[in-house]
């Protein structure tokens, strides 16, 4: 038989409050007991919630700018402007992960300030009530380059293997894997947003049967899992690219002097 596990979205949770005991809510709403091994993914809106990552804002703009610190691309439609980004978390994508939807009128959400922080406290609290060693990812929905749609990904992690390192190790035909490391916390994001869903009430999924990758709660976080720039091939959108070469070459040729015939 290969490898079965279960991913089931937990219901009945409150609207979550600034200064909640968020681990004693998500307890009280699972309906059978958590034990060593399961692993909540939990969407990050209700822990910045908890944390009081609520602004006041007309609109998002100003929040998005504040969160920024790198333009990656923008582009036009009519009035409305895309701002893809590189927020503070290192995490590049659209708006910088501020958020107007579910948030009271007038204000945005902000992610929080260290999502690794907060799903290690939060994981911290689940086992201290349950004795159960589990694991804890937080989640956010994010475009991806080069393919329609949205998907969730880890922003946060605690006590969860983030990576499937099968560097090493052989394939089926004995080739051996140079670069094959899945990114399992991504993957088990995505997988509990079938359950979740955007408008279902529903930001925690219990995933059962995925043992092994739990583990203690001093693992890597999802910061992680971001690439670092010397890595990152694909660092700046094609406008952006350009006007960046064509300025470096126009002050090169400046800094040369004028053409002379020769």
């Given at each position: ?18 200064g ?11 309906d ?33 700018t ?26 590049i994508g ?12 007038g204000?945005v959400?902000?992610l ?7 799903a ?13 060693r589990?694991?804890v ?8 380059p ?14 969860v ?6 560097r090493?190790?052989?394939?089926a ?8 490391m899945?990114?399992?916390?991504d ?9 979740k869903?955007?408008?279902a ?7 059962r ?5 739990v ?7 999802a ?7 010397d ?8 406008e952006?690219a350009y006007?960046?070469?064509y ?16």
């Amino acid at each position: 038989m290969g490898v079965r596990y279960s991913i089931e979205g937990v219901e009945g949770l409150p609207e979550i409050g600034v200064g909640v005991d968020l681990a004693a809510l998500i307890v009280g709403a699972i309906d059978e007991p958590l034990a060593d091994g399961d692993i909540l993914v939990v969407t990050s809106k209700i822990v910045s919630k908890a944390e009081g990552r609520i602004v006041q804002a007309d609109d998002r703009e100003q929040a998005i700018t504040d969160e920024t610190v790198r333009v990656v691309a923008t582009r036009q439609t009519g009035e409305f402007t895309t701002r893809i980004v590189e927020n503070r978390l290192g995490i590049i994508g659209a708006a910088a992960g501020v958020d107007a939807s579910n948030a009271p009128e007038g204000t945005v959400l902000l992610l929080p300030v260290d999502p690794d922080a907060s799903a290690r406290a939060l994981a911290t609290g689940i086992r201290s009530l349950t004795g159960a060693r589990v694991g804890v990812l937080l989640s956010d929905t994010l475009g991806r380059p080069w393919r329609e749609g949205q998907t969730d990904i880890a922003i946060g992690a605690a006590g969860v293997h983030v990576f499937d390192d099968l560097r090493g190790q052989s394939d089926a035909a004995g080739k051996p894997l140079a670069v094959t490391m899945p990114c399992v916390a991504d993957e088990l994001a995505g997988a509990a947003e079938l359950v979740k869903g955007k408008s279902a009430g529903v930001p925690v999924a219990v995933v059962r049967g995925l043992g092994h990758l739990v583990g203690d709660l001093d693992l890597p976080g999802a910061r992680s899992i971001v690439r670092p720039a010397d890595r990152d091939l694909f660092r700046q959108g094609a406008e952006e690219a350009y006007d960046e070469g064509y300025r470096a070459g126009f002050d090169e040729a400046q800094a040369e002097g004028p053409l002379r015939a020769e």
